[in-house]
């Protein structure tokens, strides 16, 4: 089933599917230096750094509720538009980079039905540089009223992990949660022939929000 997003957000924060390989042994470490910490000191010294790592990991790994925006195309991924590049096939390649700050829980731009779900394997350097092109990777492309549109979620070089929540056949409404980047990283989306991005080098997008194409 798609994991999906609420249109009443009422400010309701999850933590991301996904999540838990890192999560759970910072929040278990945190907890017991705090606990031991009442009677040494040795352990009132680990307890500071082990509950800041657990807290930034509940910050990292957010998902909060989302109202989800108008447009054709919508942002998958909370970012800087890093570069928006003409294709050779006619399509438009919007990069949206994510830092370590960002949501890192990516959303479907169109409804529709995901026709591939393509896992390649690659390296793991920065994703702002230009080698990040054979990073690892999913490529997904989705079937609806534009036809054909492609997403890929590359990895850089924290992100070594791209965990999909959706398979191949599923449907999807526009803004559904559909995957997760662990820390910083990048998503492109492949804008089709004839529609002009909306957006511009250096702007913010909220995944889910921000329309990526011009009326």
């Not at 933590?15 to 705090?34: I, K, Y």
């Not at 959303?107 to 702002?128: K, N």
Request: charged content about 20%; hydrophobic content about 40%.
């Amino acid at each position: 089933m798609p994991y999906r997003s609420s249109p009443q957000s009422g400010g309701r924060v999850r933590l991301a599917r996904g999540a838990s390989p890192w999560l759970l042994p910072t929040v278990a470490a945190a907890t017991v230096s705090l606990v031991k910490a009442r009677g040494s000191r040795r352990w009132a010294a680990a307890a500071v750094p082990t509950t800041a790592l657990a807290a930034g990991m509940l910050w990292f790994f957010r998902d909060p509720e989302r109202e989800i925006g108008q447009g054709r195309i919508i942002s998958p991924a909370d970012g800087v538009v890093q570069s928006i590049t003409p294709w050779h096939d006619g399509r438009t390649r919007v990069a949206i980079f994510m830092s370590p700050l960002n949501v890192h829980v990516n959303r479907a731009p169109v409804a529709g039905t995901v026709t591939s779900v393509e896992h390649i394997p690659g390296g793991y350097v920065p994703a702002f540089d230009k080698e990040s092109e054979n990073n690892e990777r999913v490529v997904w492309r989705f079937g609806g009223e534009l036809g054909e549109l492609e997403m890929v979620q590359i990895a850089g070089a924290v992100a070594r992990r791209i965990v999909p929540y959706v398979p191949q056949g599923c449907k999807v409404e526009q803004g559904d949660r559909i995957g997760l980047i662990r820390f910083g990283s990048r998503v492109d989306v492949y804008v089709p022939e004839g529609i002009e991005p909306a957006v511009e080098v250096g702007e913010r997008t909220t995944a889910g929000v921000t329309r990526l194409d011009r009326d």
